[in-house]
């Protein structure tokens, strides 16, 4: 396009250069004849020449002397009709070339509107195409997250099917206890009646010997010898069997039954807390577990209040006894243990740690007070007793808890609210087996 621009100027300086010219010529009339070359054509205009019309009076007659103004008169009408006509299409010429100019700027005009569309054509095609590549990704990403969806949901739907058998098995086990529970009750109905009856036959003989004062003496004194404060004192009257003993608060008459280990380091040890196989529920309230609850016999808690009246009487050691699911035990044994009282929340006390349950005590120290769900003792304000389950020394939740949720194996693993002793299996790994068990210091 370019091209026509410049060949259309080009044409309309040489028309002008023309008229220039032929306006040059026609003044030197003296000229016989002027040519003009347009392009390809060639314009030639035949002018008289006036000067060699006037002839002298030496050679022309007289005649045509008295002709020879008309005819130069003559020459010099034409030629200014012939300027006229000249100037006419000159100007005619010009119009043109106005207009030629008008339009070529107009397609000028044109020629960059339509170069700026064309830009802008192209723009928007690119903004296109990078929508487009943009659509595609977001179509492929919505493709990847549904098929992560249905992933997540199919494993949601496993873990489901896998509560659900779960489930089941937790309701056939808890009716199978539910019937144990049925048959233990009724065999502590016939221990009651039997202990009942041993009672009454106990208390026919002390009437059969009251009127003898030398018998009654002999009789006081068996009775001192089977009244025990702990089992150490079971163990120095030479019962050394393991078992079920009753022993007695001290400077009191009420009584308590505790489980005796007889055989581990020597014996002597009162069984304080025992955990075996999940039979016995530990989310108690604070007064169960100040009085005790469970079977001496499987798990049980004995009871703070007891714990705390034995231990004040004399220095006693703390040994915890542990176990794992792969076969693995260890234990951790302090040299020095004792409760508070009632008043000051049961708060533990230890000193003089040794054994294979970790270098680190796992009951933070200095002593922290006991916690239940009904009763928050601790140093955190998410009440540890109602998230990690069961009454336990807490301080801030802390790296132990002996009376968590029991967790059968395989379902041990990252279970924060189980059985756990931090410093030797880690926070999330809950124990199989547990036995607390104090003896005196002195034994």
Sequence with gaps: MWQIVFFTLGCDLVLATAYNNFRRSMDSIGRRQYQVQHGACSYTFLLPETDNCRSSSSYVPNAVQRDAPLDY??????????????????????????????????????????????????????????????????????????????????SIKEEKDQLQVLVSKQNSIIEELEKQLVTATVNNSVLQKQQHDLMETVHNLLTMISTSNSAKNS????????????????????????????????????EIKAYCDMETSGGGWTVIQRREDGSVDFQKTWKEYKVGFGNPSGEHWLGNEF?????NQQPYVLKIHLKDWEGNEA????????LSGEELNYRIHLKGLTGTAGKISSISQPGNDFSTKDA???????????????????????????????YPQKQNTN?????????????????????????????
């Design 376 to 406: 928050d003792n601790d140093k955190c304000i998410c009440k540890c007793s109602q998230m990690l389950t069961g009454g336990w020394w807490f301080d801030a939740c802390g790296p132990s808890n002996l009376n968590g949720m029991y």
């Design 307 to 311: 714990v705390f009246q034995v231990t």
């Design 73 to 154: 008169d003559d020459s010099v009408q034409r030629l200014q009709v012939l300027e006229n006509i000249m100037e006419n299409n000159t100007q005619w010429l010009m119009k043109v070339l106005n207009q030629t100019t008008r339009l070529e700027l107009q397609l000028l005009e044109h020629s960059l509107s339509t170069n700026k569309l064309e830009k802008q054509i192209l723009d928007q095609t690119s903004e296109i195409n990078k929508l487009q590549d943009k659509n595609s990704f977001l179509e492929k990403k919505v493709l990847d997250m549904e098929d992560k969806h249905i992933v997540q949901l199919r």
């Design 331 to 338: 234990y951790s044994l302090y040299e020095h243990f004792y």
């Design 219 to 254: 009789f006081d004194v068996k009775e001192e010898q089977v009244t025990f404060r702990d089992c150490a004192e079971v163990f120095k009257s030479g019962l050394t069997a393991n078992g079920i003993y009753t022993l007695t608060f001290p400077n009191s008459t009420e």
């Design 415 to 443: 279970k924060f609210n189980g059985i756990k002793w931090y410093y030797w299996k880690g926070s999330g790994y809950s124990l199989k087996a547990t036995t607390m068990m104090i003896r005196p210091a002195d034994f």
